[in-house]
């Protein structure tokens, strides 16, 4: 029943922009941290963006200036607006959606959606 579904991606040139979007049922949206993450072939799955409940936010190093993550409760759904992207940021992005303490722990994920870019 708890489902994340990302859209958004395709192919971008680099400098090129694209918006990810996330929406999630099943889970009391506003108590959750969100992130994505994204995952290349032979590569381990790492963070790209984390937003908390409270809109404490967490980039990685390699996007910061570039990347913005937000999140709409009204709407259950997260954001990540990518600027300036290269050929690097070329990855499955997925969609992550954690309870913290003094909830319940819980972590979901969604399938995913590609991203490349290149000329």
Not at 94 to 119: I, R
């Amino acid at each position: 029943q708890v489902q994340l579904v990302e859209s958004g991606g395709g192919l971008v040139q680099p400098g090129g922009s694209l918006r990810l979007s996330c929406a999630a049922s099943g889970i009391i949206f506003s108590v959750y941290t969100m992130g994505w993450y994204r995952q290349e072939p032979g590569k381990q799955r790492e963070l790209v963006a984390r937003i908390t409940r409270v809109s404490t936010i967490t980039y990685a190093d390699s996007v910061k200036g570039r990347f913005t993550i937000s999140r709409d409760n009204a709407k259950n759904t997260v954001s990540l607006q990518m600027d300036s992207l290269k050929p690097e940021d070329t990855a499955v992005y997925y969609c992550n959606a954690e309870s913290l303490p003094p909830w319940p722990s819980k972590s979901y994920w969604g399938q995913g959606t590609p991203v490349t870019v290149s000329s």
